[in-house]
Structures are given as structure tokens and as C-alpha cells.
């Protein structure tokens, strides 16, 4: 599959498994999982068939992991706005955690502290490159230092997506570094 086939299949994927699974008349478990095979009749009903080849090769070859597949069911590993319960255990975090943000929020957070916005948690990265990445989707990207030590320590919960992203509930404005 070429990368372009590859990355409106995973964006379509995002949509329909994060965001708006009604559009295609699927329901999402409390778990955020559908069947496979629901899903792809699903796409080829709804004008966009992908084939269980295709559907194996971006969940395998995804850059970020974004897809799960269980047990004949996938589900998408982090991002979504509608209601899920990914039961992802609450962990310990690394000391330092980092998010990737913009320059023109940078007020905001600075009085509210990064909250989850449309998303159910706070997005944050394990190094300083991924954040990079993060920021940069929406401009300049502007690189902010979380103390998530601190703030485990001081009862905070955080949770690790399937791929890898750090999620917190809110991050009040004293555990943030900016530049
Ligand atoms: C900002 C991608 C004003 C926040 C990425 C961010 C990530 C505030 C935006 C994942 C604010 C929300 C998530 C406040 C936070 N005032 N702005 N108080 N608090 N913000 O997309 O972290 O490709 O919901 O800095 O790789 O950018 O989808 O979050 O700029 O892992 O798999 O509000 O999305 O993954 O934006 O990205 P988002 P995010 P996928």
C-alpha cells in the first residue's frame, strides 16, 4: 500500500473510532472496541471499503501505534471524545514528562494549566523530540517541561496509553517550565 492510501486509512480510522462512530453506524463498547469485521462492512457501506489486508498492514506499520486489535476487535489507543473507558491502570510517571504546544496558548496554560481541551485527558510525551512533533502539527512549536514526580506525588493520577502517551487529568500551572 502506498503512504498516502496509508494515511487516509488511519485518519479515517481516527475519526470513525475516536470522534464520530455514528457516522458510519457503528457503536463503540464502554471499552472503545468494535469487532473487525463490523467495522469493515461498515466502511464499504459508508463509501470508503478498506480491506482486512489493508486494516492489518496500518495497524501493524502505524508511525504512532494509534490502533489496537484484540480478540477480532480494535479499538483506537488514546485521543478519542467520545465517551470510553480505556481501564488503563494508574502508573507511576518518569520525573519529567513533556507537552508540545504552541505560542499562542501559551497564556492560557499559563493561567489554567494544560486541561484536556476536546480530548478526555492531557496528552504528554516522554522526550522532548515527540513533544517537538506534537507542537509543530499546529505551528512553531513550543516545548513545555511537566514536573509529573512532583505531581504524582502529590496524589495526581497518570495513565499510559497502549503507544505510549503519558495522560493526566489536568495539569495545574505550578508543575509547568516554560521556555
Ligand atoms: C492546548 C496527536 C489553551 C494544548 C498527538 C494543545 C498527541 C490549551 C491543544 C495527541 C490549554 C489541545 C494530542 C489551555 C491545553 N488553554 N490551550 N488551558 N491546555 N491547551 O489535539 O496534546 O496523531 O487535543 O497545548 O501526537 O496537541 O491524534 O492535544 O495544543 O498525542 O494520534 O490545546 O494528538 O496524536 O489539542 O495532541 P489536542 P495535543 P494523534
Redesign the pocket.
Known amino acids: 500500500m502506498d503512504e498516502r492510501r496509508m494515511v487516509r486509512i488511519s485518519k479515517y480510522l481516527?475519526k470513525h473510532l475516536?470522534h464520530n462512530p455514528q457516522r458510519i453506524g457503528i457503536t463503540l463498547d464502554a471499552g472503545g472496541w468494535v469487532p473487525v469485521d463490523v467495522l469493515l462492512r461498515a466502511t464499504a457501506e459508508h463509501g470508503f471499503p478498506i480491506t482486512a489486508e489493508e486494516l492489518r498492514e496500518v495497524v501493524a506499520a502505524n508511525d504512532?501505534r494509534?490502533y489496537a486489535v484484540e480478540d477480532g476487535r480494535i479499538r483506537?489507543?488514546?485521543?478519542h471524545s467520545v465517551p470510553v473507558e480505556l481501564g488503563l491502570p494508574a502508573l507511576e510517571p518518569p520525573e519529567v514528562l513533556y507537552?508540545?504546544?504552541?505560542g499562542?496558548?501559551?497564556?492560557?496554560?499559563k493561567?489554567?494549566?494544560?486541561?484536556?481541551?476536546?480530548?478526555h485527558h492531557?496528552?504528554?510525551?516522554p522526550d522532548r523530540e515527540?513533544a517537538m512533533?506534537?507542537?509543530a502539527?499546529?505551528g512553531v512549536p513550543v516545548v513545555?517541561v511537566v514536573a509529573a514526580g512532583t505531581m504524582h506525588g502529590d496524589g495526581h493520577p497518570f495513565r499510559r496509553s497502549d503507544?505510549g502517551?503519558w495522560l493526566a487529568d489536568?495539569?495545574p500551572p505550578a508543575y509547568l517550565r516554560f521556555p
Open positions: 481516527a475516536r504512532k494509534r483506537a489507543s488514546q485521543g507537552h508540545g504546544t504552541i499562542r496558548f501559551v497564556a492560557a496554560i493561567k489554567e494549566g494544560l486541561r484536556p481541551m476536546n480530548r492531557v496528552h504528554l510525551s515527540t512533533r506534537v507542537g502539527r499546529r513545555l503507544n502517551v489536568l495539569v
